[in-house]
Every structure is written in C-alpha cells, then in structure tokens.
C-alpha cells in the first residue's frame, strides 16, 4: 500500500526532530518561513521520562547528547499541539517513535485527519536491521507519506530495504557512540556536530546516487554546507546543532 499523498515540500531547509520543540514557535529565535518544514520532536505511542544521570557530554569537533526522547504520548501530544500545527506557518511533518510493529497503523491513522500535517517521519528501534526496517517501513503506510530515518552509519545500507517497504523518502538520525563519563564508566547517546558532516555528505551522496530521495542531515553548521549537501544529491537538508548554536 503506498501513500494517498505525495510528500511536497517546497523549500529545501527544515529542523531535524529533536531541535525546537513538537510545535512551531512563532516567537522563537528561529525564522520559519526559511523552512520547508516544521519536524516535531520524536513523539511515542506512551509517554516516556526524560534520561536519568549525564546527558550531555562535548568531545573535539561535536557533542553526545543523550536525552531518552521525553514526550507526553501520541494522544496527549496531539491534543496539546494539533491547534498550532493547524496555525503554522509552514507544513508539518510529526516524528513517530517506533517501538513496536503492531502500535504504528494506530498511531499513523491517529495523525491522518489533523489539519496541517503532511508527512510523517519514523524513527527506528536502535538495533534496527534490514528485516525490521522493511517490517515498520511497511507497517507505516497509510494516507501520509512516511519519510523513514536510518542511522547515519547504515542508512547507505538499508536504504533499500525502507523504499521497499514504501518510505517515500529516507532521512539521517545521528550516529551513536559513547564517551568517558564520571568514574571510569561511558555515557552512551547520539553524536552531533561538525565533525559528522564529512561522512554525512558521503552516505547523502551514496544514497541519491542508488536513486533513492533522500533528506540529508549531519554537521551542517552553515547554510554553504546544506547548499553542498543540496548539489550532492538531498532532496532536502535537515538542521541540528546549527539551530542549538543560535547562529541561524
């Protein structure tokens, strides 16, 4: 089953999930209208609780940055923001935890009907494999086009697997890795900043070169290097640590 709509977006810069909140902020620092569209901070069937202990830790060229992905549950959420993603802007794309197969064709007919949302992006268990790519890909189609986020350092891998499954678009989570932490123990997260933005610019231009539209993401700290990342093959380019920066 493909997707009723086609994913249009119309300007090629948006936020990656997790960056300024799960609905638009007019008042805030950043100017939306530079955007294609408003990405929502990844958001779960169920509530979850924020990290406990270190979350936060810088290393030479980026940060780790381990948050557990705190929201209020699909339902809540959706009752506290459908009326601003109504009002906003710009379209807006909902990020979706998957946790599990069977929750997703709930939660994807939960957002068909809300006004303002054209797409949906999924977010993938982290021991993600080409079987389960291709299962929550396919468990996801529904009337909104599913732009489905690969880890950076297997997205070129499983790329295929996510089309097959439907996805209309691939986009780029940042990679995992674990640093020094207090006592001799590791702190475990996600990696951002310029130092991922060479091998980001690589899987973009691997992925675009196997016919696949992909949402390039990683590094970007200037609107030259999304330009780059643009001529290379991305459909689209997502920010991060450049709009925590405050340089936008």
């Known amino acids: 089953m493909s997707a009723k709509y086609d994913l249009a977006i119309f300007k090629p810069l948006m936020n990656a999930a997790g960056t300024l909140g799960f609905a638009p902020d007019p008042r805030g620092p950043v100017d939306l209208s530079r955007f294609g569209a408003f990405v929502t901070n990844p ?39 459908q009326e601003r993603w109504a009002r906003s802007p710009v379209p807006i794309i909902v990020h979706l935890l998957g946790e599990k197969v069977d929750e997703l064709p709930a939660m994807l007919h939960l957002l068909e009907a809300i006004e303002g ?27 909104l086009p599913v732009i489905v986020r690969l880890p950076l350092e297997y997205a070129a891998d499983l790329a295929a697997e996510a089309m097959r499954g439907g996805a209309a678009a691939i986009s780029l989570s940042a990679p995992r890795g674990a640093l020094p932490a207090r006592a001799g123990n590791l702190v475990h997260g996600r990696l951002y900043g310029p130092a991922l933005y060479a091998q980001a610019l690589a899987v973009v231009r691997q992925i675009a070169l196997a016919g696949f539209p992909v949402i390039g993401a990683g590094g970007v700290y200037s609107l030259e290097q999304a330009q780059v990342m643009l001529a290379a093959g991305a459909q689209a380019v997502q920010l991060d640590s450049l709009l925590w920066r405050g340089s936008w």
Do not use: D, M
């Open 43 to 81: 958001i779960s069937l169920g509530k979850r609780t924020p990290a406990r202990g270190l979350r936060y830790q810088p290393f030479a060229g980026g940060f780790l940055l381990h948050t557990g992905y705190p929201n209020s549950g699909l339902v809540e959420t959706i009752n506290r923001c």
């Open 117 to 143: 949302v054209i797409g949906v992006e999924l977010g993938l268990p982290k021991e993600a494999n080409s079987k389960i790519v291709r299962a929550f890909a396919e468990a996801a189609q529904g009337e």
